[in-house]
């Protein structure tokens, strides 16, 4: 099931989200990138994700949130008990979660781990820092799936789930995930316009200034949940958002030494 925004133009819809399973004590989304999960208590006025599935279908109970800026796997459940139960599982880190990652830099380690500890809302910014003396314990691995020119694509498993978690550490581990405006190589200065074939692609042959971005938004996926519920085990996944999946499989086609586009 597909919900979209309004039509931007007469033809072309943009979808807010997908629902990518549901039963009588839970709904899993796949929503956009640029939705809010809740209340942002920083613009209580921007659309929410879970006042557009109350509006489809009855109350829900937000679980986990992942950045506005983020696309991918959102749970909500239906009742209070099953709250409680799930919201107990992410405490206790029994839910494993799985993001894919487009970043800066070609990493020269296959597999690495960051646990670096972190303060949310650490500056004047709003930023979660890292600090060794205040910060809470926090852990992501991240495995290398592929490169392309000066850009990865990364599989990222937070084990704790601090605020900006996976954007912060990669960015210390210095692959700042793209069109990061806190975070990323642009941020504080002029905003990073987006990634654009040319910019890894061998032979590139087009016409630079009607080159339009791949991807112009932050390059962070939810792509995966595995969790237990009354004893069976449950494993979530939502697949790329069209412009993810488009840059990632120009990224594969260079990695692979072919030049179609």
Aim: hydrophobic share 35%; net charge positive; proline share 4%.
């Amino acid at each position: 099931m597909i919900f979209y925004t309004k039509k931007t133009k007469p033809d072309i819809k943009k979808p807010l989200y997908t629902v990518v399973f549901e039963d009588r004590r839970l709904i899993a989304v796949n929503k956009a990138s640029g939705l809010s999960v809740g209340g942002d208590r920083w613009d209580e006025g921007q659309e929410r994700l879970d006042r557009l599935l109350e509006k489809g279908g009855g109350r829900v109970f937000t679980v986990h949130r992942i950045d506005r800026d983020t696309s991918g796997l959102v749970l909500f459940a239906k009742d209070e008990a099953t709250h409680r139960e799930l919201s107990l599982a992410f405490e206790k880190r029994l839910v494993k979660k799985e993001y894919l990652a487009v970043v800066h830099g070609r990493p020269s380690w296959s597999e690495t781990a960051c646990d670096l500890p972190l303060v949310p809302d650490g500056d004047k910014m709003h930023r979660t820092i890292i600090d060794k003396y205040r910060g809470k314990s926090s852990l992501t691995r991240f495995r290398l799936l592929l490169s392309a020119g000066n850009y990865s694509l990364l599989e990222a498993r937070p084990e704790t789930g601090r605020t900006h978690q996976i954007r912060v550490h990669l960015a210390a581990l210095g692959c700042p995930v793209v069109c990061d405006p806190l975070y990323g190589r642009s941020a504080g200065r002029s905003v990073e316009k987006g990634v654009f074939l040319s910019s890894f692609k061998r032979g590139w042959r087009g016409d630079s200034l009607e080159e339009k971005p791949l991807l112009n938004r932050l390059g962070l996926h939810a792509a995966g949940l595995a969790f237990s519920l009354d004893g069976a085990e449950l494993l979530l996944q939502a697949p790329p958002s069209r412009d993810i999946n488009a840059l990632i499989t120009q990224m594969r086609k260079n990695a692979l030494g072919t030049n179609s586009n």
